[in-house]
């Protein structure tokens, strides 16, 4: 299956910083990105779509200020998480969607965000 | 409503048991359907996808009944390494304003099997 990286695969920061996670598509072009959060033993839960090249689509509940994506090539997509708060650790997944195959989505190995 | 219910279980089994799971999805015009499998502390990884004729993979069986709105996932001869949660997916179909290749994923059944 088509490769998904993920940088960094844990991380940990104070309140009030802001981190950016990066996420690769290694073998293929991905034209859309899609960055999930999970918290333990619950869902995953979509946050935003990013396509290269425009402005990502935030799902509702979600604040695009808070959470800053960009999508600038078609392998690499950003998760910036500005000012943030002990509620926002989590674990965070992208998946990248290829191309020919449709839905199908494969996923980045996540990133685990602890904010102390 | 949710897009996509699934018994959270768990679901224990000893080993060589066969196992099933079902959830339904709200959505008359979802199009794809999926099982991914995640293992503990780490990300989805697609099982196989689901069709309309039903598809076997293996140990592993997927049917859809779209009557119904119900996907499925047989499991045989269950083995330790299949222990994990199982996710049911459904993809937005023709609906007016769904996102491209956005999907709708369960909560997930967990499975353990047991020696």
């Known amino acids: 299956g088509a490769v998904v990286s993920q940088h960094p695969s844990r991380v940990i920061c104070k309140s009030g910083t802001s981190v950016k996670i990066e996420c690769r598509s290694l073998d293929f072009q991905a034209t859309t990105m899609f960055w999930y959060r999970q918290f333990p033993k619950k869902s995953l839960m979509l946050m935003a779509t990013s396509n290269e090249g425009s402005k990502a689509t935030y799902e509702q509940g979600v604040e695009k200020d808070k959470f800053l994506i960009n999508h600038a090539s078609l392998t690499l997509s950003t998760l910036t998480v500005t000012s943030a708060h002990p509620e926002d650790s989590s674990f965070y997944i992208c998946s990248a969607r290829v191309l020919a195959l449709q839905e199908t989505q494969y996923f980045g190995p996540g990133t685990r965000l602890l904010v102390l | 409503r949710k897009e996509v219910e699934q018994d959270p279980g768990p679901f224990n089994v000893p080993e060589g048991a066969t196992v099933a799971f079902n959830c339904t999805y709200s959505?008359?015009?979802?199009?794809?359907f999926f099982w991914y499998r995640q293992d503990c502390r780490k990300e989805p990884k697609l099982l196989m996808s689901?069709?309309?004729s039903g598809n076997e993979d293996g140990r592993f069986t997927a049917q859809l009944n779209r009557a119904s709105q119900y996907i499925s996932l047989l499991i045989r001869d269950s083995k330790l390494s299949d222990s994990a949660t199982y996710l049911c997916v459904a993809g937005p179909g023709r609906r007016r304003g769904s996102t491209l290749g956005r999907l709708y994923f369960g909560r997930g059944t967990q499975l353990t099997v047991w020696p």
């Open positions: 959505n008359s015009a979802s199009q794809s």
């Open positions: 689901v069709y309309s």
